[in-house]
């Protein structure tokens, strides 16, 4: 029994990195912080915290100092625009922000932390304010991309080591993006982390009554994943 146990627990830890459970998962780790302070006896809690601290250490590069982190950007997006070489070399459309020769590395960083690697954290950080250091760097790197914004795409990543300060007025060099254009680019990563997690997703498995999976289908959606939804509507329609 205790190694099922187990197993099922590793298991749904992998699972939730998921990105495509995202937005779900953190409605429901907000909706049981609402209720009350959590219970280390319980077992629920106890998997529920797990799950949330593997998903943080899973994007752990964006709170740590800005040069490992921009090493594991450089890698993560090459891997992005691999797959977006080989999709042209196959006369395939190329999928969200993986043509390297449009793609705005920052930008697309940007946009990422700050939607959503930045509210988990800070959920994290309200639990564990021993890790506020991860948060105060993660807000610091996501500065850092967003004076970044007006460099164009480029194979050379050590252009992101330089603080960039964004343009002035009367400055002729490319403006930072409107909050417009900063929605519309968070609406279409969190689009394109969906499809990716679709095209991966892992076979699900569910626990036995006493130890309930976060990822079962539930008849409705989650309220945070309806705001998503609906944002993604509503830009679609303009």
């Not at 004076?147 to 050590?158: A, L």
């Amino acid at each position: 029994y205790q190694r099922r146990v187990r197993r099922d627990i590793i298991i749904n830890m992998v699972l939730a990195t998921d990105f495509g459970e995202h937005m779900p998962f953190l409605g429901k780790f907000k909706a049981r912080k609402a209720l009350g302070p959590f219970d280390p006896l319980k077992q629920e809690d106890r998997h529920m915290l797990l799950y949330f601290s593997i998903k943080c250490a899973d994007l752990g590069h964006t709170a740590k100092d800005f040069d490992l982190h921009l090493n594991w950007t450089e890698r993560i997006s090459e891997e992005f625009f691999n797959q977006g070489d080989e999709e042209k070399t196959m006369s395939l459309p190329v999928s969200p922000f993986m043509d390297r020769q449009q793609a705005n590395v920052a930008k697309s960083q940007a946009g990422f932390l700050n939607y959503l690697v930045l509210p988990l954290y800070r959920e994290f950080v309200e639990l564990f304010d021993d890790c506020s250091v991860c948060l105060t760097q993660l807000q610091a790197n996501l500065e850092h991309w967003k004076q970044c914004e007006s460099i164009p795409p480029t194979s050379d990543y050590s252009v992101y080591a330089t603080r960039r300060e964004k343009p002035k007025e009367g400055d002729k060099s490319p403006r930072a993006p409107t909050e417009e254009q900063s929605a519309a680019l968070e609406v279409n990563e969190y689009k394109s982390l969906r499809l990716s997690s679709q095209n991966l997703q892992l076979q699900k498995f569910d626990l036995n009554e006493e130890d309930p999976t976060l990822f079962e289908e539930e008849e409705a959606e989650d309220e945070s994943e309806d705001l998503m939804e609906t944002a993604i509507e509503h830009h679609e329609g303009h």
